[in-house]
C-alpha cells in the first residue's frame, strides 16, 4: 500500500467525491433504520419460531447499523470534545493577573497597589516559570509572565533576577523554535550585564540579539529596544571615560542611536516617546545644554501627565532638578527633587527617591548644612541597604558625618552622575 503524497492537492473532483460517500452512508444508515423498523414490525405480528426469527434479525442488523456508525459517532464526540471549553491552566491564570497588575504598575492609579502585589507575587511567579515546562501550547503565558518580571525588576535594579529571566526565556523560545522569544532574551540579558557594569558582555548580547532578530511589528520594537540600549551602553561608557574626546564621542554615539530609535518607533507609543525624550534630555546633560535638556524634559513631563504614568513624570522632574543645578538655580534644583522624591515615594520607587535624597544631601553640603545632608544621606543609604555599590553616596555620607572636614566639590551631573540618576531600565515599553 503506498503512502499519499504530502505535496498532492486535492482535484476539484475529490470535495465531491467525499460528499458522496457521506451521502452513500447515510442513506445505508436510513435503509438499516427502515428495514429493521420493517422487520420489527412483522415481528411482532408473527408467532413461534418466525417471531424469534424476526427479532434475532433486527438485533443483528441494529448491531451492523451500530457497527457501521461507531466511526462516524466516534469522531463527532471528539470534535465536541475539543471544542468543549477547558479549565485555564496555572500559567494561564498567573499571566493574566500579572499582566492586568503591569498596566498599574508606577501609575498615578494603583501605582502603590501594584507594587505591593509584585512584591508579594514575585516568588510565586518565579517558581511558575521554573517549574512549569514551556510548550507551544503556554508559551506566550510564559513570555507574558517574563515581561511582567522584567518590569519589576528593572524598578528595583535586581540585575541578577533580570539575568536569571532572561536565561529562562531563552530555554522556553528554544523549546518552542520561537526566534522572537531568543531575541527578547538577549536584549535583557544585555541589560542585565549593563546594570552590573559588564559592557563588553552587554553589548555581545546585542549582538546575539541582533543575530536572531525576526520580522513584523514586534521585531521593529525589538530594533528599537536595542537602539535604546546600545545609547545607554554610550553613556555608561561616557560616565567612566575622563573627560575629552573620548567622553564626548561616546555621547554623540548615544545621542545618533536614540535618533534611529525614535524614527524606527513602530507607530505612535506614547511610553516610547517619553523614554527617548528623556534619554535625550541626558545626552544634554552631558553636552552641558541644561536648555535644550528642559526642553525635552517638559515635552517627556506632559507626555507623562497625560499618559497617568507617575514614575515617568518623578523621572523628569529630577532631571528638572540637574538641568536647573547647572543653571546654579539651587533652590528651584532642590524644590524639583523634592517633588520628584514625593512621586516616587507614591509609587514605591526606593531607588529613585534614594537618588532625590542623595541630590538634597549632596546640595546641603554645599550649602555648609552637614546635620541637614546627614538626615538626608542616610535616607539614601537606608532605601539603597547601604553604601555599597554607590561610591559618591558613601564619599557624601562620610563628608556629612565628619562635619570639621573641608566639604567635597559640588556634584557634577553632566559628568558623572547622570547616567547613574538614569539606571531605572524604561521596561514599561519594551514588555
Not at 8 to 26: F, M, N, T, V, Y
Not at 251 to 280: F, S, Y
Not at 319 to 339: D, F, I, N, T
Not at 399 to 408: I, S
Amino acid at each position: 500500500m503506498t503512502s499519499p503524497d504530502p505535496s498532492h492537492k486535492p482535484s476539484d473532483q475529490e470535495p465531491r467525491r467525499r460528499g458522496d460517500i457521506l451521502g452513500i452512508s447515510a442513506l445505508a444508515a436510513g435503509l438499516l433504520s427502515g428495514l429493521a423498523g420493517d422487520k420489527l414490525s412483522q415481528s411482532i405480528d408473527s408467532s413461534g419460531w418466525i417471531k424469534v426469527a424476526g427479532i434475532s434479525l433486527t438485533i443483528v442488523l441494529g448491531l451492523i447499523w451500530a457497527i457501521y456508525n461507531a466511526p462516524v459517532g466516534l469522531r463527532r464526540y471528539r470534535r465536541w470534545r475539543s471544542r468543549a471549553p477547558r479549565e485555564p491552566g496555572a500559567l494561564h491564570v498567573a499571566a493574566e493577573e500579572a499582566e492586568q497588575w503591569l498596566v498599574s504598575l508606577g501609575s498615578d492609579a494603583g501605582g502603590l497597589a501594584a507594587s505591593e502585589w509584585f512584591q508579594q507575587e514575585e516568588p510565586r511567579l518565579r517558581e511558575l516559570l521554573e517549574v512549569e515546562k514551556a510548550r507551544t501550547d503556554n508559551v506566550d503565558d510564559f513570555a507574558r509572565i517574563c515581561d511582567a518580571l522584567e518590569a519589576w525588576y528593572l524598578r528595583r535594579q535586581d540585575s541578577r533576577g533580570l539575568l536569571e529571566l532572561s536565561e529562562l526565556l531563552t530555554a522556553a523560545g528554544d523549546a518552542c523554535a520561537r526566534r522572537d522569544l531568543a531575541e527578547l532574551a538577549a536584549a535583557r540579558a544585555a541589560t542585565a550585564y549593563r546594570l552590573m557594569g559588564d559592557l563588553e558582555t552587554a553589548s555581545t548580547r546585542l549582538g546575539v540579539s541582533s543575530n536572531v532578530a525576526t520580522r513584523g511589528r514586534t521585531a521593529a520594537a525589538l530594533t528599537t529596544r536595542r537602539q535604546v540600549e546600545r545609547a545607554l551602553l554610550h553613556l555608561a561608557r561616557a560616565e567612566q571615560a575622563p573627560a575629552g574626546s573620548d567622553r564626548d564621542e561616546a555621547v554623540l554615539n548615544a545621542r545618533d542611536r536614540l535618533d534611529d530609535a525614535r524614527l524606527r518607533r513602530p507607530g505612535p507609543d506614547l511610553a516610547g516617546e517619553i523614554a527617548i525624550q528623556i534619554n535625550l534630555a541626558i545626552v544634554h546633560l552631558y553636552q552641558q545644554d541644561p536648555e535644550s535638556a528642559l526642553d525635552r524634559l517638559r515635552a517627556a513631563a506632559a507626555r507623562a501627565t497625560a499618559a497617568g504614568d507617575a514614575s515617568a513624570r518623578a523621572h523628569a522632574l529630577e532631571l528638572h532638578g540637574v538641568a536647573a543645578w547647572m543653571q546654579r538655580s539651587p533652590k528651584e534644583a532642590k524644590q524639583w527633587w523634592r517633588e520628584a522624591a514625593n512621586l516616587y515615594a507614591e509609587v514605591d520607587e526606593p531607588e529613585g527617591r534614594a537618588r532625590c535624597l542623595q541630590h538634597l544631601g549632596s546640595a546641603e553640603i554645599i550649602n555648609n548644612l552637614p546635620d541637614n545632608a546627614r538626615a538626608y544621606l542616610e535616607q539614601s543609604a537606608d532605601l539603597r541597604g547601604g553604601t555599597t555599590g554607590h561610591p559618591l553616596l558613601a564619599h557624601y555620607l562620610k563628608a556629612a558625618r565628619d562635619a570639621g572636614d573641608q566639604p567635597p566639590p559640588p556634584e557634577s551631573p553632566p559628568h558623572r552622575t547622570a547616567t547613574n540618576w538614569l539606571r531605572r531600565k524604561l521596561s514599561r515599553w519594551f514588555t
